[in-house]
Protein backbone atom coordinates (compact mmCIF):
# COMPACT_ATOMS: atom_id res chain seq x y z
CA UNK A 1 0.00 0.00 0.00
CA UNK A 2 1.35 3.52 -1.23
CA UNK A 3 -0.20 5.26 1.79
CA UNK A 4 2.07 3.55 4.35
CA UNK A 5 5.29 2.54 2.12
CA UNK A 6 5.58 6.34 0.56
CA UNK A 7 8.46 8.44 2.41
CA UNK A 8 6.64 11.63 1.96
CA UNK A 9 2.61 12.88 2.67
CA UNK A 10 2.71 16.41 2.23
CA UNK A 11 0.34 19.37 0.96
CA UNK A 12 1.65 21.30 -1.26
CA UNK A 13 0.42 24.83 -2.57
CA UNK A 14 0.20 24.27 -6.33
CA UNK A 15 2.09 27.00 -8.59
CA UNK A 16 0.00 28.35 -11.23
CA UNK A 17 1.26 27.98 -14.92
CA UNK A 18 -2.19 27.92 -17.30
CA UNK A 19 -1.17 29.70 -20.35
CA UNK A 20 -5.07 28.45 -21.85
CA UNK A 21 -4.02 25.79 -23.43
CA UNK A 22 -6.01 22.75 -22.55
CA UNK A 23 -4.22 19.72 -24.35
CA UNK A 24 -4.05 16.07 -22.70
CA UNK A 25 -0.80 14.70 -21.69
CA UNK A 26 1.63 14.30 -19.14
CA UNK A 27 2.81 17.53 -17.44
CA UNK A 28 5.23 18.61 -14.69
CA UNK A 29 3.26 20.22 -11.57
CA UNK A 30 5.55 22.04 -9.40
CA UNK A 31 4.46 23.17 -6.05
CA UNK A 32 5.51 24.48 -2.37
CA UNK A 33 5.41 22.10 0.68
CA UNK A 34 2.49 24.26 2.97
CA UNK A 35 2.14 20.63 5.45
CA UNK A 36 4.61 17.93 5.96
CA UNK A 37 2.79 14.61 7.07
CA UNK A 38 5.49 11.75 6.77
CA UNK A 39 9.22 12.83 5.46
CA UNK A 40 12.49 10.94 6.22
CA UNK A 41 14.48 14.20 6.53
CA UNK A 42 14.88 15.24 2.64
CA UNK A 43 11.58 17.41 2.15
CA UNK A 44 10.29 20.39 5.06
CA UNK A 45 7.61 22.88 4.97
CA UNK A 46 9.01 25.40 2.30
CA UNK A 47 10.90 22.82 -0.16
CA UNK A 48 9.88 23.53 -3.82
CA UNK A 49 8.80 20.32 -5.71
CA UNK A 50 8.29 18.74 -9.04
CA UNK A 51 6.30 15.85 -10.00
CA UNK A 52 4.65 14.19 -13.51
CA UNK A 53 0.54 14.05 -13.61
CA UNK A 54 -1.04 13.28 -16.64
CA UNK A 55 -3.82 15.73 -17.30
CA UNK A 56 -6.89 15.00 -19.57
CA UNK A 57 -10.56 16.03 -20.45
CA UNK A 58 -13.26 13.71 -19.39
CA UNK A 59 -13.54 10.82 -21.94
CA UNK A 60 -10.39 11.22 -23.02
CA UNK A 61 -8.52 8.69 -19.65
CA UNK A 62 -5.00 7.39 -20.08
CA UNK A 63 -4.45 3.57 -19.45
CA UNK A 64 -2.04 3.13 -16.21
CA UNK A 65 -0.79 6.57 -15.05
CA UNK A 66 -2.51 8.75 -12.71
CA UNK A 67 -4.38 11.30 -13.93
CA UNK A 68 -6.68 14.25 -13.28
CA UNK A 69 -9.01 16.85 -15.36
CA UNK A 70 -8.25 19.98 -16.34
CA UNK A 71 -11.37 20.99 -14.94
CA UNK A 72 -10.35 20.04 -11.64
CA UNK A 73 -6.94 21.42 -12.06
CA UNK A 74 -8.49 24.72 -13.45
CA UNK A 75 -9.34 25.81 -9.48
CA UNK A 76 -7.06 24.04 -8.42
CA UNK A 77 -4.72 26.19 -5.91
CA UNK A 78 -3.94 23.17 -2.96
CA UNK A 79 -2.85 19.14 -3.26
CA UNK A 80 -2.42 16.77 -0.85
CA UNK A 81 0.06 13.68 -2.36
CA UNK A 82 2.24 10.81 -1.14
CA UNK A 83 5.49 10.97 -3.06
CA UNK A 84 8.89 9.31 -3.62
CA UNK A 85 11.95 10.04 -4.93
CA UNK A 86 14.76 12.57 -4.53
CA UNK A 87 13.68 16.18 -3.79
CA UNK A 88 12.66 18.14 -5.45
CA UNK A 89 12.08 15.67 -8.08
CA UNK A 90 9.29 13.38 -7.39
CA UNK A 91 7.02 10.96 -8.71
CA UNK A 92 3.90 10.11 -7.32
CA UNK A 93 3.20 7.45 -4.99
CA UNK A 94 0.44 5.28 -7.31
CA UNK A 95 -3.11 7.45 -7.51
CA UNK A 96 -1.92 9.11 -3.97
CA UNK A 97 -3.11 12.40 -4.38
CA UNK A 98 -6.24 14.99 -4.32
CA UNK A 99 -7.34 18.77 -4.75
CA UNK A 100 -7.86 20.01 -1.61
CA UNK A 101 -9.05 23.20 -1.30
CA UNK A 102 -6.99 24.80 1.54
CA UNK A 103 -4.01 23.03 3.57
CA UNK A 104 -5.19 21.27 6.36
CA UNK A 105 -3.69 20.34 10.07
CA UNK A 106 -4.80 16.86 9.78
CA UNK A 107 -4.00 15.21 6.38
CA UNK A 108 -7.29 14.61 4.82
CA UNK A 109 -5.96 11.20 2.95
CA UNK A 110 -4.97 8.61 5.45
CA UNK A 111 -3.51 4.67 5.64
CA UNK A 112 -6.61 4.31 7.78
CA UNK A 113 -8.87 5.93 5.24
CA UNK A 114 -7.49 3.78 2.86
CA UNK A 115 -8.27 0.64 4.97
CA UNK A 116 -12.12 1.49 5.77
CA UNK A 117 -12.96 1.77 1.89
CA UNK A 118 -11.10 -1.53 0.89
CA UNK A 119 -13.18 -3.14 3.52
CA UNK A 120 -16.32 -1.12 2.15
CA UNK A 121 -15.18 -2.82 -1.17
CA UNK A 122 -14.24 -6.44 0.55
CA UNK A 123 -18.29 -6.44 1.54
CA UNK A 124 -19.03 -5.83 -1.66
CA UNK A 125 -17.21 -8.64 -3.52
CA UNK A 126 -19.02 -12.43 -4.22
CA UNK A 127 -17.20 -15.41 -3.21
CA UNK A 128 -18.26 -19.20 -2.73
CA UNK A 129 -18.54 -18.74 0.70
CA UNK A 130 -21.14 -15.87 0.90
CA UNK A 131 -23.00 -17.17 -2.11
CA UNK A 132 -22.65 -21.15 -1.29
CA UNK A 133 -20.22 -22.85 -2.76
CA UNK A 134 -22.76 -25.33 -4.48
CA UNK A 135 -24.85 -22.63 -6.42
CA UNK A 136 -21.41 -20.31 -7.21
CA UNK A 137 -21.85 -20.54 -11.32
CA UNK A 138 -25.42 -19.27 -10.64
CA UNK A 139 -24.46 -16.25 -9.21
CA UNK A 140 -23.15 -15.05 -12.38
CA UNK A 141 -26.02 -16.19 -14.31
CA UNK A 142 -28.86 -13.15 -15.07
CA UNK A 143 -32.32 -14.87 -14.62
CA UNK A 144 -32.49 -13.86 -18.19
CA UNK A 145 -29.67 -16.46 -18.70
CA UNK A 146 -31.53 -18.95 -16.64
CA UNK A 147 -34.74 -18.84 -18.33
CA UNK A 148 -32.87 -18.96 -21.57
CA UNK A 149 -31.48 -22.49 -20.21
CA UNK A 150 -34.63 -23.56 -18.97
CA UNK A 151 -36.42 -23.04 -22.16
CA UNK A 152 -33.44 -25.40 -23.93
CA UNK A 153 -34.11 -28.11 -21.38
CA UNK A 154 -37.54 -27.97 -21.88
CA UNK A 155 -37.40 -27.68 -26.01
CA UNK A 156 -34.88 -31.15 -25.40
CA UNK A 157 -37.36 -32.71 -23.51
CA UNK A 158 -34.54 -32.77 -20.35
CA UNK A 159 -37.20 -29.94 -18.66
Same mark, same amino acid.
Given at each position: MCRCT *??????????????? !???? %??KQFRGRVVRVFRTDSRLTIGDDIEFPLWVCQKGDEPT %?????? #? #? #?? *?? *???? !?? =?? =? %?????? !?? *??? !?FGVIS???DQPT???? #??E???DQDREKVATPERVGTAKWWQFWRTPAARNSARDDRNREGRG
Amino acid at each position: MCRCT *APFHVQLELEKVRNG !ERVS %GQKQFRGRVVRVFRTDSRLTIGDDIEFPLWVCQKGDEPT %GPAYIY #D #D #DL *AG *AAFM !EA =YL =Y %GTPPSC !EL *AAY !EFGVISAPTDQPTMSPA #DLEKLLDQDREKVATPERVGTAKWWQFWRTPAARNSARDDRNREGRG
